[in-house]
């Protein structure tokens, strides 16, 4: 089983629709959950930091973290195309470890 | 404002050849990283370093070999190319704890091993 589970999609939607995309983890010891995006023959940039459980909101993005259940979100609101992108999941494990998850491929129409 | 420099970006070998890629940062940042990213994959960490004159083992390390003799590269090597590495590899480098900070990474290097 792997440590982090996320769907690679691709995932499809229109302009201004809102985007759901997720991680679910296997390890109760990570802390920090972190979604980075990427865009076509780029490296990967940081998007949000969370810490614990709960929601972090940026603009049109906001991360959620529910330990309990093992998930982590992130929803983007009124969606661009210039959203159009992979969007990674990566959590903490410690040592300078970060477990990636497989990334979501993401296309936002006009 | 070059950040992290990867060098080359694009390179073919055949199989048993040897490479280094190299990975420069103008951040003074002490930790560096190699990953590499495979379809269905995402990222894994091959090498890694917490600062000059140190390396250390990630996930995937056999088959590679690393060096940071300068604070701002890293090196990576392959000693005898396999198909199976033929991958993209993304140097990164952050100021402290990837959990804490973030990672800044280069634009990659793709590498074909026929």
């Known amino acids: 089983q792997k440590e982090v589970e996320q769907d690679p999609g691709p995932l499809s939607v229109p302009e201004g629709a809102i985007v759901s995309l997720n991680c679910t983890y296997s390890?109760?010891?990570?802390?920090?959950f972190m979604w980075y995006r990427q865009y076509s023959r780029k490296g990967p940039e940081l998007l949000m930091y969370?810490?614990?459980?709960g929601n972090k909101e940026d603009g049109r993005f906001t991360a959620q973290v529910d330990k309990s259940s093992k998930y982590i979100s992130l929803f983007i609101r009124d969606s661009q195309p210039s959203d159009s992108a992979t969007y990674l999941c990566a959590l903490d494990r410690g040592a300078q470890k970060l477990v990636f998850g497989q990334g979501t491929r993401l296309t936002i129409n006009p | 404002n070059a950040g992290v420099t990867q060098t080359p970006k694009f390179r073919v070998l055949k199989t048993g050849q040897s490479m280094t890629l190299l990975c420069a940062q103008d951040?003074?940042?002490?930790?560096m990283y190699w990953y590499r990213q495979d379809p269905g994959m995402g990222l894994r960490l091959i090498h890694y370093?917490?600062?000059?004159?140190?390396?250390a083992k990630g996930e995937v390390p056999d088959g590679y070999n690393v060096s940071r003799l300068k604070k701002q590269n890293f090196l990576l090597g392959l000693e005898s190319a396999a198909p199976s590495q033929t991958s993209v590899y993304f140097c990164a480098s952050s100021s402290t704890s990837p959990s804490t900070g973030e990672l800044f990474f280069g634009e990659g290097s793709r590498l074909t091993v026929l």
């Open positions: 390890n109760s010891a990570f802390q920090y």
């Open positions: 370093s917490v600062g000059e004159g140190t390396t």
């Open positions: 951040m003074n940042h002490e930790y």
């Open positions: 969370t810490y614990s459980s």
